[in-house]
T-cell receptor, first 112, second 116 residues
Framework: GENVEQHPSTLSVQEGDSAVIKCTYS??????FPWYKQELGKRPQLIID?????GEKKDQRIAVTLNKTAKHFSLHITETQPEDSAVYFC???????????FGTGTRLQVFP | GAVVSQHPSRVICKSGTSVKIECRSL??????MFWYRQFPKKSLMLMAT?????????EQGVEKDKFLINHASLTLSTLTVTSAHPEDSSFYIC????????????FGEGSWLTVV
């Protein structure tokens, strides 16, 4: 089955700097890759997603890149702000299902 | 947008008892729903796929007799933790794909279960 690895597990940056979180997946049939932000005790919030027919997608300060050949995708946050501090999860959907397999998570801390 | 509601948000039960968690799609039909478990500071782990009108599909290592799933209608799936033990204490969260194409997935608010 699908396996998603995520790095780093923790990331500390200064406000205004960029943050990059990377994920790799194992199943080449996966075709949908969302990124979620989760605050303690809350449901995951979708922040950006990318489908396998696209290599890059950007939404204001957030961007995601996908390399299908290498089976990895990355989240890029520019001009980080303290309110970006949270746990971020990548995920991959098995082909033709809506079954999300999550990465292990990255705790991002943005220091003022 | 589509809403998935989960109830209760928090529940405390005694060891050995059973507790039921409900997941409802409020304004759309969901033939499939998914149940996840999340331990503190850990990731969301898929437990099972709930299928309307048929048996749930459990992930490897998840005890189907302990985590009973019922999906009796197109808008409701329930997860019952039977004979609960303290190690079952966790955050349980459901999700459902939207009716339109495009993989939009909606999450419930989650349920904190504490077994004492």
């Amino acid at each position: 089955g699908e396996n998603v690895e995520q790095h780093p597990s923790t990331l500390s940056v200064q406000e205004g700097d960029s943050a990059v979180i990377k994920c790799t997946y194992s199943d080449s049939a996966s075709n949908y890759f969302p990124w979620y932000k989760q605050e303690l005790g809350k449901r995951p919030q979708l922040i950006i997603d990318i489908r396998s027919n696209v290599g890059e997608k950007k939404d204001q300060r957030i961007a995601v890149t996908l390399n299908k050949t290498a089976k990895h995708f990355s989240l890029h946050i520019t001009e980080t702000q303290p309110e970006d501090s949270a746990v971020y999860f990548c995920a991959a959907t098995l082909y033709n299902t809506d079954k999300l397999i999550f990465g292990t998570g990255t705790r991002l801390q943005v220091f003022p | 947008g589509a809403v998935v509601s989960q109830h209760p948000s928090r529940v405390i039960c005694k060891s050995g008892t059973s507790v039921k968690i409900e997941c409802r799609s409020l304004d759309f039909q969901a033939t499939t729903m998914f149940w996840y478990r999340q331990f503190p500071k850990k990731s969301l782990m898929l437990m099972a796929t709930s299928n309307e009108g048929s048996k749930a599909t459990y992930e490897q290592g998840v005890e189907k007799d302990k985590f009973l799933i019922n999906h009796a209608s197109l808008t409701l799936s329930t997860l019952t933790v039977t004979s609960a033990h303290p190690e079952d204490s966790s955050f349980y969260i459901c999700s459902a794909p939207g009716e339109s194409s495009g993989n939009t997935i909606y999450f419930g608010e989650g349920s904190w279960l504490t077994v004492v």
